[in-house]
């Protein structure tokens, strides 16, 4: 079992960054590729980033290639998203999530976080 508790959200102005955390409980968290996702109001949930068990590999969207980053620190039981000029297009939930390999559907992961509000106000 893993547990996941995101942070780090809020309301940041287009062109801002903000950093999500998201900490993982359980022994066994180095073991789980760990990707972020993202659901606005109205829209199915989307991948955004995803990172292999030993951060070797990352994956991410097209719509946010070049801006956000991916990485975690599994001394910390940590995921991380930074996330670099945001647009209002960002505007979403932001979920993270475990699998026992990276990917890119939602339906290959295991446990999910609860999920963190971002606003882009233009």
């Known amino acids: 079992q893993v547990q996941l508790v995101e942070s780090g959200g809020g309301l940041v102005q287009a062109g801002g960054s903000l950093r999500l955390s998201c900490a993982a409980s359980?022994?066994?968290?180095?073991?789980?590729?760990m990707g972020w996702f993202r659901q606005a109001p109205g829209k199915e949930r989307e991948f955004v980033a995803a990172?292999?068990?030993?951060?070797?590999?990352?994956y991410y969207a097209d719509s946010v290639k070049g801006r956000f980053t991916i990485s975690r620190d599994n001394a910390k039981n940590t995921v991380y998203l930074q996330m670099n000029s945001l647009k209002p297009e960002d505007t979403a939930v932001y979920y993270c999530a475990a699998a026992t390999r990276s990917s890119w559907y939602v339906e290959e992961y295991d446990y999910w976080g609860q999920g963190t509000q971002v606003t882009v106000s233009s």
């Open positions: 359980g022994r066994t968290f180095s073991s789980y590729a």
């Open positions: 990172i292999s068990w030993s951060g070797g590999s990352t």
